[in-house]
């Protein structure tokens, strides 16, 4: 805000006409202006404060530190890390899934979309098994799949 205008605030009422401006003050010792013990003067008194040095000791190693329980991993989980994968899915499937995790991830305890979406790959996997396998997984799956629609002829 420039000094050379005369702007109005709403809620204040405005400044009288040819009021002298204060001018500015050098604010370097404003703190110490509004000390109760301030020195008139303008000399801060000092105060040299010994202080005692003390040394700490490192605590000893425990012999059993706490550790913070964590979940325990699955065979998959403990075996690798999770890869990414990416896939397109129609969108009204894409609608329709996001919106049965939002309504039951408390309920189903699912964790993130990850998991539901692993959940349900599991569960798709189990049923061909059982459907053309008679229960047993297929051998395999680590090969990359091949882009694209599969040709039907």
């Not at 049965?100 to 798709?124: C, I, P």
């Not at 051998?139 to 694209?148: A, C, D, K, V, Y």
């Amino acid at each position: 805000m420039s000094d050379d205008k005369d702007t109005t605030i709403p809620m204040l009422p405005p400044r009288a006409k040819g009021a002298a401006k204060k001018p500015p003050r050098d604010l370097s010792r404003m703190m110490a202006d509004h000390r109760a013990d301030a020195d008139p003067s303008g000399s801060a008194p000092t105060t040299v404060v010994e202080v005692p040095t003390v040394v700490v000791e490192p605590p000893e190693p425990r012999a059993a530190a706490r550790r913070t329980p964590t979940r325990k991993k699955t065979s998959a989980q403990a075996k690798s890390p999770k890869p990414a994968m990416t896939s397109y899915v129609d969108a009204e499937v894409q609608r329709r899934a996001k919106a049965a995790y939002s309504a039951t991830n408390y309920f189903e305890k699912d964790g993130s979309w990850s998991k539901f979406v692993e959940r349900a790959l599991l569960n798709e996997a189990k049923r061909r098994e059982a459907e053309y396998n008679h229960g047993r997984p297929y051998e395999g799956g680590t090969e990359p799949l091949s882009p694209g629609r599969t040709v039907e002829a």
